[in-house]
């Protein structure tokens, strides 16, 4: 007996092709019907972020409510099941044929990475552990004899020279979790300014809380308004007593975890 | 879902059909958060985890009864205690709603 095809309509492969540009969409999927409903399960439904969309879940007032459901769950960034009832417009129904439909409304974003500034043994450390644990990564040093494929080769990405070039080339967006880890507090200070209007999900700086101290009053004294500084995390990483560059690495991406799954659940 | 790819990919080069499981709804505790995705192929070889290795085993079988003709594209529930339910349950309590699907490129 031959398998019905779920009527996905191609619809997962023009996900892929939008969130490979760098776009933030949400997959709509019809996951259960009862009674009479225009499209069955499997059915879906790519909405982007500015309302267009393709494939169908049914057409006419459902997807409108669609569209409104999916841009919440966008600014959100959780995936929601949400149900909508087919029976009387006059009660706000989006529908009149008589059924019930659930819906997966499931938000796709850029990939969540790791941008690693300064690859010394932290760094590699932090770029092998983010990989492992399934962050596109991007290193960043401007010693290009350090950003090699043999000093970081799980990267996905390796950048040296200027910052502000490499930027260009690998721009932070908001699923970035920007890690400073380089060898000292005026290569930091020169850096942080670049990094920090840059509008990353979360922004960590190594180094004691002494040094963190002296490089804020540093930064401020430049004009480093008080709200992105308030942003970073320094010391960077949970407090796990660590002390090998591996140990570090684990309380830097620890952070980022708690960091990432925090936030409203319903 | 999208870490799946080279997987799906790589099964599908091979000429298998590939069915999709995903968390769509979790009450109480779960292992994994809604949105939580694997993939099965016709031999019922798993990339992915929607629970961290307690309800996997009883995902396959139902992605191979899809794939099979047997059951459609439909939400599985795991984790209830009663008889109408499956007997595979999450260990620490929760219930978890899967949506599974062939999957359709």
């Known amino acids: 007996m031959a398998v019905t095809a779920a009527a996905g309509d191609g619809v997962l492969r023009e996900l892929l092709a939008a969130v490979d540009a760098g776009e933030s969409v949400v997959l709509a999927t019809v996951v259960g019907t009862s009674r009479s409903v225009p499209r069955h399960a499997g059915a879906k439904m790519l909405v982007r972020a500015d309302g267009t969309t393709s494939g169908t879940i049914g057409g006419g007032e459902m997807e409108a409510r669609v569209r409104a459901d999916a841009a919440a769950v966008l600014a959100e960034g959780r995936p929601r099941l949400i149900h909508y009832d087919l029976v009387d417009p006059g009660l706000g129904d989006p529908g009149v044929c008589g059924g019930e439909v659930h819906l997966f409304l499931e938000p796709h974003m850029p990939a969540a990475t790791v941008y690693v500034i300064g690859c010394g043994h932290i760094g590699s450390a932090v770029v092998e552990l983010a990989h492992w644990m399934g962050f596109r990564v991007v290193v960043f040093d401007d010693r290009p004899e350090l950003v090699t494929s043999e000093a970081a080769p799980l990267a996905d990405v390796r950048l040296s020279g200027e910052l502000a070039a490499a930027l260009q080339q690998a721009p932070i967006t908001d699923q970035t979790h920007v890690v400073v880890v380089t060898r000292n507090m005026a290569l930091d200070l020169q850096l942080l300014p670049l990094l920090l209007g840059a509008g990353a999900r979360s922004i960590g700086v190594m180094g004691s809380a002494r040094r963190w101290a002296a490089t804020r009053a540093e930064l401020a004294e430049h004009g480093v308004p008080a709200e992105q500084l308030d942003a970073v995390a320094s010391p960077i990483g949970l407090d796990l007593n660590a002390e090998t560059p591996q140990e570090i690495a684990v309380s830097i991406l620890a952070q980022i975890v708690a960091l990432r799954r925090a936030g409203p659940r319903d | ?105």
């Not at chain 2, 499981?21 to 979790?26: F, Q, S, Y």
């Not at chain 2, 209830?80 to 999957?103: H, K, M, N, Q, W």
């Open chain 2, 1 to 105: 879902m999208k870490e799946l790819l080279d997987d799906i990919d790589r099964w599908r080069a091979t000429g298998s059909r590939v069915v999709i499981a995903r968390v769509v709804d979790i009450e109480g505790s779960g292992p994994r958060q809604p949105g939580a995705a694997m993939a099965v192929n016709e031999l019922g070889e798993v990339a992915g985890s929607v629970s961290g290795g307690c309800v996997e085993g009883a995902v396959v079988s139902e992605a191979l009864a899809i794939l099979a003709g047997e059951a459609p594209a439909r939400i599985v529930t795991f984790g209830y205690s009663d008889d109408e339910a499956f007997a595979v349950g999450l260990t620490c309590g929760g219930i978890i709603r899967l949506f599974i699907e062939p999957l359709d490129w």
